[in-house]
């Protein structure tokens, strides 16, 4: 079994859906002949020409809007966003057209298609090429919102947002896409759309992550099972929707619950999950749910890896909801 | 077909009328049109005028909470349906477009029922009145959101393009649309593909409140083609066979594979911006006046009974013809009746996902 990155598991599946749909097509900046400013997309113009891969003028508001049409108009668009910082000229495409066309029309144009953007800090890229911005979507009714943290799932949740008949917005934490491989089939597989993993079973507390935070989270869970804590560890993989009924079933067993983002905190997904979690199982909860999130700053350059949740802030607000 | 290909000069100085204002052809073609496309030509404008006119008692009598008049606006409109080929043409209208969608062939009783937005409206009431669309005709349900919908139709231009499918997608919008991004982002990325898209600008001098000279310092939007390497037309929209024979010209040429054109069809609006404005605040009187005497369906009468083709006799039938469609297809629509409360959670996604269906079931018991 080929052991790849994610950005090579991005390829794979955008390989394999084109190969198998003809409607299926890549739409972007550089996405053509550079195949990617993170090579996601390479040798894909070659394979399958520059209309099905196809290199577009520098305008986040024509990829996406183009996307919609393109879809309402049978085919199944995959656009790249080159970061996710600059997606907001097309936002207005994303919120006012492609969430809302099936909505609008009553059901009778739908929009299905994949926003494919790199994500998230830990590059030294500043504010414009670390952000997090899952939660305006998420917050948009109509669209679905995955982001992910391993090349298996990434393989097989954009498979399913390209299959998926509604608009899927895909984001990658850029700080991931080299620096964990993993075994990878080669042949077809699946992974639904709303589903979260259990990455590591345990019963003192949930740590509830996605994305880029997964990396902080898997290791703080590590360090409590050195002192005998033992932590599950729920992977949301999609934020919209997230799985709630995998998060209120661990934490309704464990009674504690972290939830942990690199986004910012304020009217984030943390917080999302964190209310759900405090209005369902008031009961049987030993402590308050906490967030361990990014904070309500732009992206700072100089402390790049401090903005982000680290495994010491995981451990302290631990310690809070054992001590409590 | 058009005999002579590309007729028309774009950028002209002075804008493209065929008719004149007494009635008179004044192109240098033969005109070769047959009596009842003609005299379809004048019951398409004559039926969006009287509908405008039917929009306005709706709101008067409360039956709607909105209206877009169109008044002035017809010949453009029926000129830009009649040069597509409905139902497999695609079109992204405006909200400005009621008359258009009458000339495309929508079912009165489809926009009465978007008017009341209720359940004779194929879109299930979703949006506010004058947000048409239809799937049946591939009429793009309009966005509120002023020129968000060009994107989209230049997408759906390079999808025609890419599968051959020997469509073309024709975008309309308003003289304040040609001031966004997305505007410029969208024809930019049809014209680099050379797709199968015409961009109709209906030019009615004021966005709201804001007169022509507040929107943009060109000296026609049809200059602002050449921004993009693309022919612009400067046409008399008031003037039904300028607007259709141009429009057939750049939409055939675009299906021939040579790329986007910008039309800028001069029209005025004779009503206010909306059923929410006031546009005597911004516009004398004397000016809607002055725009009313070039009105274009006494324009388009004068040329018929030059031609033999009208009398006072047809008129009336017509009339009556056309009001008594449009009072029932009103009667029709109001019998429908209202659109089930839980359907507001319905076509979120194609299937519900928790939390809707968790909301759903809140109204459902709140409405028990």
Same mark, same amino acid.
């Given at each position: ?96 057209? *492609?969430?809302?066309?099936?909505? +609008? ?26 952000? @997090?911005?899952?939660?305006?979507? /998420? ?8 982001? !992910? ?10 498979? #399913? ?17 080299? /620096?964990?491989?993993?075994? !990878? ?63 209120? *079933? @661990? ?16 009217? #984030?997904?943390? @917080? ?53 | ?43 398409? =404008?004559?039926?969006? +005028? ?50 258009? =969608?009458? /000339? ?25 009145? @004058? ?12 966005? %509120?959101?002023?020129?968000? $919908? ?34 410029? /982002? ?26 022509? %000279? $507040? ?22 929209? =008031? ?36 059923? *929410?404005?006031?546009? %005597? ?88």
């Amino acid at each position: 079994m080929p052991t790849l990155t994610i950005i090579q598991a991005i390829n794979a599946a955008l390989d394999e859906e084109m190969a198998r749909d003809t409607r299926v097509m890549v739409l972007g900046e550089d996405v053509g002949k550079r195949g990617g400013v993170f090579l996601a997309t390479e040798g894909l113009q070659q394979k399958y020409g520059p209309d099905r891969v196809m290199d577009t003028p520098l305008s986040e508001a024509a990829i996406i809007g183009a996307a919609v049409g393109m879809a309402a108009h049978g085919m199944r668009p995959v656009a790249e966003i080159q970061f996710a910082d600059y997606v907001f000229p097309g936002f207005d495409q994303l919120v006012s057209q *492609a969430a809302k066309l099936r909505y +609008r029309s009553g059901g009778q144009f739908t929009a299905p298609m994949v926003v494919r953007m790199p994500t998230g800090g830990g590059v030294k890229g500043g504010h414009h090429h670390s952000q @997090s911005p899952e939660a305006h979507f /998420a917050h948009t009714a109509g669209l679905k919102v995955v982001v !992910v943290s391993g090349p298996y799932d990434t393989k097989g949740l954009l498979k #399913s947002a390209i299959r998926d008949d509604d608009p899927v917005v895909f984001m990658e934490p850029k700080r991931l896409y080299r /620096a964990v491989k993993e075994e !990878v089939p080669s042949q077809e597989y699946l992974i639904p759309i709303g589903k979260a993993a259990i990455r590591r079973q345990g019963h003192d507390l949930t740590l509830i992550s996605y994305g880029g935070s997964m990396v902080e989270t898997q290791k703080a869970a590590e360090e409590l099972a050195g002192v005998g804590i033992s932590a599950e560890v729920i992977d949301l993989r999609t934020v919209m929707p997230w799985d709630k009924e995998a998060v209120l *079933a @661990s934490v309704a067993r464990t009674g504690r619950a972290l939830v942990i983002a690199e986004a910012p905190r304020m009217a #984030s997904v943390a @917080s999302e999950v964190a209310a759900t979690i405090a209005e369902e199982l008031l009961d049987q909860l030993e402590a308050p749910p906490l967030r361990v999130t990014g904070f309500d700053t732009p992206y700072p350059y100089a402390q790049d890896k401090l903005y982000m949740p680290t495994v010491t802030r995981i451990l302290n607000a631990a310690k809070r909801v054992l001590d409590y | 077909m058009i005999k002579h290909s590309w007729m028309f000069k774009p950028f002209s100085d002075l804008p493209i009328a065929l008719v004149d204002e007494g009635g008179d052809w004044v192109a240098d073609f033969p005109l070769e049109l047959p009596p009842d496309f003609l005299r379809g030509l004048y019951r398409d =404008m004559l039926a969006a +005028r009287l509908l405008d006119e039917k929009f306005v008692i709706l709101i008067r009598t409360g039956k709607t909470s909105f209206i877009a008049p169109h008044a002035g606006h017809e010949a453009a409109q029926a000129g830009i349906a009649q040069a597509l080929q409905r139902g497999h043409d695609w079109l992204f209208p405006y909200y400005r477009d009621m008359g258009l =969608m009458v /000339a495309m062939g929508v079912p009165l009783r489809e926009i009465f029922g978007q008017m009341l937005g209720n359940a004779a409206d194929p879109a299930k009431g979703r949006q506010m009145p @004058s947000h048409p669309g239809s799937k049946a005709l591939n009429i793009f349900t309009v966005c %509120s959101a002023i020129a968000s $919908h060009i994107p989209p139709a230049a997408g759906a231009a390079i999808s025609m393009k890419l599968k051959g499918s020997g469509q073309v997608s024709v975008c309309t919008f308003g003289d304040g649309a040609t001031s966004e991004g997305d505007w410029y /982002a969208g024809i930019n990325f049809a014209a680099v593909q050379g797709a199968p898209a015409v961009f109709a600008c209906l030019n009615n001098r004021y966005a709201i409140s804001v007169d022509l %000279s $507040h929107q943009t310092a060109a000296h026609r939007i049809a200059d602002k083609a050449h921004a993009f390497g693309i022919p612009g037309y400067r046409v008399d929209g =008031m003037d039904v066979l300028g607007s259709y024979f141009v429009m057939r010209e750049v939409i055939e040429r675009a299906r021939a594979g040579h790329g986007p054109a910008l039309v800028e069809l001069e029209v005025y609006r004779y009503g206010p911006h909306s059923s *929410a404005d006031d546009d %005597s605040r911004y516009r004398p009187k004397e000016e809607v006046e002055a725009a009313k005497r070039r009105d274009p369906i006494e324009r388009f009468r004068r040329f018929l009974e030059k031609q033999g083709l009208w009398n006072l006799e047809w008129e009336e039938m017509l009339r009556a013809d056309l009001k008594a469609q449009i009072d029932r297809a009103l009667e029709e629509a109001e019998a429908m009746g209202e659109v089930p409360a839980l359907a507001m959670f319905d076509d979120v996604f194609a299937e519900p996902t928790w939390n809707l269906r968790e909301q759903r079931e809140l109204v459902r018991e709140e409405l028990r």
